[in-house]
């Protein structure tokens, strides 16, 4: 299964999920008739059957498989959506609430739950990912030189000291490294393994594809 992805045009208000990236052969699935409003913020499964949006009401919808839409989740802030890779179930980073939820999708229908919040020690949840591993979630609050990972077995967080604010969580060449911060002179890299966060840095030449090195 390749890397999935969900384009949204404001100008035509189409959602489109777009399957199989890079390698292809490319399937689109068109959820625009679903679209309850503008989303602020969205998130796929890995295979592009389910796509959570929230809009600015704070007010979380599920999308499934291209034929039904409901509100799974309500707050009055939403600042990021997260799916466990190969699953259906799902990160919310509650901003209003201060708080990270657990959506998981059950036969009875999608149930929510508080993983971590203020009394953990996150003062307001801004950027949230999962691990490649399904393991944990890691959180950002855009702020502090720091990441919180809560492992989803046993809900426990762990704080860990960042050499930079994180402002993104982008995935790096495999599923449990993760771009950071990206500087003018060096790329900040978070690696997840054995349930531990470390740190590094690649300088901004060694970032660079072979083929750009050296171009004047």
Do not use: C
Not at 52 to 69: F, H, K, R
Not at 112 to 130: E, F, K, N, R
Not at 157 to 184: C, L
């Amino acid at each position: 299964m390749g890397l999935t992805a969900v384009l949204y045009s404001q100008s035509t208000g189409r959602l489109q999920t777009v399957g199989n990236l890079p390698q292809g052969p490319l399937s689109f699935q068109d959820y625009s008739p679903l679209l309850p409003n503008s989303p602020l913020v969205m998130a796929v499964s890995d295979d592009a059957q389910r796509v959570l949006l929230a809009d600015q009401t704070g007010a979380v919808y599920l999308l499934s498989s291209g034929t039904t839409s409901a509100i799974v989740y309500q707050s009055s802030d939403i600042s990021a959506l997260a799916f466990i890779p190969n699953r259906h179930d799902a990160v919310i980073a509650d901003r209003g609430r201060g708080a990270v939820v657990l959506l998981r999708e059950l036969a009875s229908g999608p149930a929510s739950q508080i993983i971590a919040s203020s009394t953990d020690g996150i003062p307001v949840p801004q950027t949230v990912v999962v691990t490649g591993d399904g393991t944990a979630a890691l959180i950002s609050d855009g702020a502090q030189p720091r990441i919180w990972a809560v492992t989803f077995a046993d809900s426990r967080v762990t704080m860990y000291d960042a050499p930079v604010v994180p402002a993104h969580f982008d995935r790096w060449r495999n599923s449990n490294t993760f771009a950071i911060s990206h500087a003018s002179d060096e790329i900040w890299l978070l690696g997840w393994a054995d349930n531990n966060a470390e740190f590094s840095f690649v300088p901004r030449e060694r970032s660079r594809p072979p083929k750009e090195r050296g171009r004047r």
